[in-house]
């Protein structure tokens, strides 16, 4: 079956930067998109970044997160990565990996991963 295992949360100072992983397995990667969500205490869940499937290899960022962040993936690897960087506090937040076949843009995904504790300190 398919499983996402999100890895890299961590605490960290703002300003910092961190990459978080999503590695799939019990699927073919190359024809998956898939997107990364976060959820902080008392929020609602948010979209953070989606890349399309490879062909389509489209990437989508919230406005929050423009040229900070970048979605990106590693086919050989079956794994996904969010590289974040100039990290705020207000980027604290459970983040999410998700995937669905050939999705194109932020969704919607079936397959969910556990999610990663990211806490940005100022």
């Known amino acids: 079956q398919v499983q996402l295992v999100e890895s890299g949360g961590g605490l960290v100072q703002a300003g910092d930067s961190l990459r978080l992983s999503c590695a799939a397995s019990?699927?073919?990667?190359?024809?998956?998109?898939m997107g990364w969500f976060r959820q902080a205490p008392g929020k609602e869940r948010e979209f953070v970044a989606a890349?399309?499937?490879?062909?389509?290899?489209?990437?989508y960022y919230a406005d929050s997160v423009k040229g900070r962040f970048t979605v990106s993936r590693d086919t050989a690897k079956n794994t996904w990565y969010l590289q974040m960087n100039s990290l705020k506090p207000e980027d604290s937040a459970v983040y999410y990996c998700?995937?669905?076949?050939?999705?194109?843009?932020?969704?919607?995904?079936?397959?969910w991963g556990q999610g990663t504790q990211v806490t940005v300190s100022s």
């Open positions: 890349i399309g499937w490879t062909a389509s290899d489209t990437t």
């Open positions: 998700a995937a669905d076949r050939f999705r194109t843009s932020r969704g919607p995904y079936n397959y």
């Open positions: 019990g699927l073919t990667f190359a024809v998956y998109g």
